[in-house]
């Protein structure tokens, strides 16, 4: 095993919350397969070191395992969904120790548009004329206390009551529980009612005060920002870099998953899970 040395890093606390929730080597399965080569330990280490610093995949230190197997293994953890799973497992162990459900029913929406590198092609890159962006465009859904639920990224140019059909539709399979969302006024009008009708989620907008000028602290809506800005301390996400939508996704969510083992193990307090030890080679 690679010796600590990055603030990326998991602590032994934090792989403890992350290693059960990861699927089984290949090799503790019924139908069997060679061990791995690297440890799983390793392998989460290099994302959270990409993610953290925003280098480029072949530019990962030499004390990590391969860039390609890093970015296989991100790859196909995030096609199999595992990555979503994740970061639900957490969120509902943080809801408990607080003292809430550990689904939410209550939730609020918002979109951050970022510029995109020349790395991400025009067919899922667009400019926001509002923003005067050219890049992508974000689409957060947390709960109450800012934990997320939902990201979706689309093209820049792909206004917030277009896309916020689908964020909806998916939240709406992902969490049938939930029966409220606040947004700002970009998610109002006709999306009203169409949520209603088709979803049986209610909307309500928040909106700035009449003649308000500079920042306003608005009630509901300053959660999911501080968010969106606890996303951008990943300096991965100061800028899209990520050629597939899915992969920006996830790498997003590793973001949130990594705040989230930090607050759990900020005080030093073990994972409650019981993890069941590999018999790999």
């Known amino acids: 095993m690679r010796q600590r040395r990055y603030p990326s890093d998991m602590t032994d606390d934090e792989w403890a919350l ?3 929730l990861l699927p ?50 991100m790859a196909r953890w995030a096609a199999r969904g595992v990555i979503g799973q994740i970061r639900d497992a957490l969120t509902q162990r943080i809801r408990r120790e607080v003292g809430k459900g550990p689904r939410a029913v209550a939730t609020i929406i918002d979109s951050q548009s970022v510029k995109a590198a020349s790395t991400v092609g025009k067919d899922s890159r667009g400019y926001d004329a509002g923003k005067k962006i050219n890049g992508r465009k974000r689409h957060l859904v947390v709960d109450t206390r800012g934990l997320p639920l939902l990201v979706m990224v689309t093209p820049a140019d792909l206004h917030d009551s277009a896309a916020a059909k689908e964020v909806l539709f998916r939240l709406r399979l992902m969490h049938p529980e939930i029966t409220i969302v606040w947004a700002d006024r970009a998610y109002g009008g006709k999306l009203i009612t169409w949520a209603k009708k088709h979803l049986n989620l209610t909307i309500k907008t928040v909106s700035r005060p009449k003649d308000s000028s500079g920042f306003v602290l608005l009630p509901r809506r300053w959660v999911v920002e501080r968010s969106l800005a606890w ?9 899209d870099y990520e050629r597939l939508v899915q992969h920006s996704e996830t790498l997003i969510t590793w973001a949130a998953i990594t705040l989230m083992t930090k607050r759990l193990t900020r005080n030093g307090a073990g994972s409650a899970w019981a993890s069941k030890p590999s018999t790999c080679a």
């Open 18 to 20: 992350i290693e059960p």
């Open 24 to 73: 089984l080597p290949a090799c503790d399965t019924a139908r069997g397969g060679r061990p791995e080569k690297h440890p799983r330990r390793e392998i989460v280490d290099a994302i959270r070191y990409v993610v953290d610093t925003g280098c480029k995949w072949r530019a990962l230190p030499a004390d990590f395992p391969p860039w390609r197997t890093v970015w296989g293994f």
């Open 231 to 239: 996303m951008m301390n990943a300096r991965r996400h100061a800028r």
